[in-house]
């Protein structure tokens, strides 16, 4: 599903968040991408949403090069990946169901297949009958299960979460990690960064430990240059 | 994506677009009243030039000849001229006004009354005034009398009353020209506001782009409700624009009618057609789309999502 062959990321302002980065999760699996803050998880997360593209390397999502894709494919590459952020970016002029709704909006679904799809990831998080509240009425728990209705409520095959409980208390961290384990035994690939190794340690799945812009440890294929050779 | 969805989409985009028009009442009134100006300067201009067309449009048969005789004609060789006149093909009817009746007439109408008293004769000559038939009133035809009659010995000067009327349709037309400058730079100038003030929305709403681009809105979706925003500026200016000139219209009708009557005319004022409204309508609409377009390829494709 996601393959990282000696990735590095140098930015514009001449910080080198990665420095060859080697790894990959295969389908259906829930990964963490662990390490301090600052240490490159975000910019791995970036990379994958193509929100960047690697300085040197290859990554590959569902077989896709993303250096070699052309800008205007970007959108309906980004439809496939479900994203969550730790301020979880929900949109606060407008209702709850419209937040949920604007992923299937820009793909023009049709309306009926909208409700119907919008209703059930709301009832998946925990959220239905509170489609017409606006974010701003809702905990900061709520907001975050909003944000996460809206990346899955496509169906995509790929669920990335940035930090998704950085700002929850740990019961309600533990709440929205069994969510994503959910979605992850229903067949979808889970990538999470988080900085919280109590909660890696409590869902006992694999770990990828970035430091320094290094991966230490966790990689999953140790064959990985060859298999990147063959495609 | 069927067509009916498409259509919603649409449809789904035009009502945003005029909701968020509806919730910053003043900045869209400010935008749609320079739009409108915009488009009514020019329409104003196009509709003088008509109504000067078509006030003067009985004057351009006036192919009228004057024929000045010379002063020491008498009236009785005068009556024989316009006999002889009235004998030649191509003329219509010959009508004298003797030097007399002519004076009487300057008298009454010139207001120089009491300085003609001073005069000890009469200055005025007899004049022939020419009406060409029909069939003989090209300009050609008009020329061949003009020489005909300018040949006569006792001819003085043969002027052909239609001259004024040509002057005055180069005058319209050196007007049009600059009706149609002037409609050019107003539109830039319709495409300019239009655009800033997409540009201003397209700022505003900024994290409501990145959200939809992260979650694979193209540029084309998110271009469209901008593109609408654009549409009805230009359309709602355009709207106001007919307003502003059919109110200039019902203004202007009482002094233009006491003007026309002055020149013994029944003249009235003509307002926008319904081709010139359409006009103008598809004019501000296409050109409010444009500059949103403009705007929005400008400074849409800068605003990147960042994580």
Redesign the interface.
């Known amino acids: 599903m996601i393959v990282f062959d000696r990735v590095a990321k140098r930015y514009p302002n001449g910080r080198e968040a990665l420095a060859g980065v080697s790894f990959r999760v295969d389908p259906g699996e829930m990964v963490f991408l662990t390490g301090k803050s600052g240490a490159g998880k975000?910019t791995v997360?970036?990379l994958i949403?193509l929100?960047e593209r690697p300085t040197r390397g290859t990554v590959l999502i569902n077989g896709r090069n993303t250096s070699t894709l052309k800008a205007?494919h970007i959108?309906?590459?980004?439809?496939h990946i479900g994203?969550v952020?730790q301020d979880h970016?929900l949109?606060a002029d407008r209702p709850v169901y419209d937040n949920v709704a604007?992923?299937l909006?820009?793909?023009?679904?049709?309306?009926r297949e909208i409700d119907k799809r919008v209703r059930a990831a709301l009832d998946q998080v925990g959220l239905l009958g509170k489609e017409r509240m606006s974010p701003l009425e809702l905990s900061v728990g709520e907001q975050q299960r909003v944000g996460i209705a809206?990346a899955v409520v496509?169906k995509p095959p790929l669920l990335i979460a940035?930090e998704p409980t950085g700002n929850l208390d740990p019961d309600l961290a533990l709440e929205v990690m069994r969510l994503f384990k959910r979605f992850q035994e229903v067949g979808v690939t889970v990538v999470i960064a988080t900085h919280d190794v109590h909660l890696v340690r409590e869902f006992g799945q694999r770990a990828i430990t970035i430091e320094n812009g290094q991966v230490h440890g966790g990689t999953g294929a140790d064959a990985l240059p060859s298999l990147v050779a063959t495609r | 994506?069927?067509v009916?969805?498409?259509g919603?989409?649409h449809v789904q985009a035009f009502l945003g677009a005029l909701g968020r028009l509806a919730r910053n009442p003043l900045a869209s009134i400010l935008t749609l009243l320079v739009v409108a100006l915009a488009l009514a300067l020019p329409m104003s201009l196009k509709l003088f030039v008509t109504n000067a067309r078509v006030a003067t449009g009985d004057f351009t048969n006036a192919v009228d000849l004057s024929v000045y005789l010379k002063t020491d004609v008498a009236l009785s060789k005068a009556e024989q001229l316009a006999a002889s006149a009235r004998a030649r093909p191509g003329v219509a009817d010959v009508t004298l006004i003797p030097a007399d009746k002519a004076l009487e007439e300057f008298r009454t109408y010139s207001g120089f009354g009491a300085a003609l008293e001073v005069l000890e004769q009469n200055p005025l000559p007899h004049v022939l005034q020419v009406h060409p038939a029909p069939d003989a009133s090209s300009t050609a035809s008009v020329e061949s009398l003009r020489r005909y009659f300018a040949a006569w010995p006792e001819v003085e000067l043969v002027q052909i009353d239609s001259d004024w009327v040509m002057r005055f349709n180069a005058i319209l037309d050196v007007l049009r020209t600059v009706l149609v400058i002037a409609a050019a730079l107003l539109g830039m100038g319709v495409l300019a506001v239009v655009g800033n003030t997409i540009r201003l929305e397209i700022l505003n709403r900024r994290?409501?782009i990145?959200?939809?681009?992260?979650?694979?809105?193209?540029?084309g979706?998110v271009r469209r409700p901008f593109l609408y925003t654009g549409m009805l500026y230009g359309l709602g200016g355009a709207l106001l624009a007919w307003g502003i000139v059919a109110v200039t219209v019902v203004v202007l009708a009482r002094p233009v009618a006491t003007l026309a009557s002055l020149y013994g005319s029944h003249y009235s004022l003509t307002g926008l057609g319904m081709e010139d409204a359409a006009i103008l309508l598809a004019g501000g609409a296409v050109l409010g789309w444009l500059g949103a377009w403009i705007s929005a390829s400008r400074h849409l494709s800068s605003i990147?999502?960042?994580?």
């Open positions: 975000s997360l970036k949403a929100l205007r959108p309906a590459f980004r439809r994203v952020f970016k949109l604007l992923p909006v820009v793909s023009d679904t049709p309306l809206r496509s940035d | 994506m069927s009916a969805s498409y919603a989409r994290a409501e990145e959200v939809t681009k992260l979650v694979g809105g193209s540029n979706f990147e999502p960042r994580a």
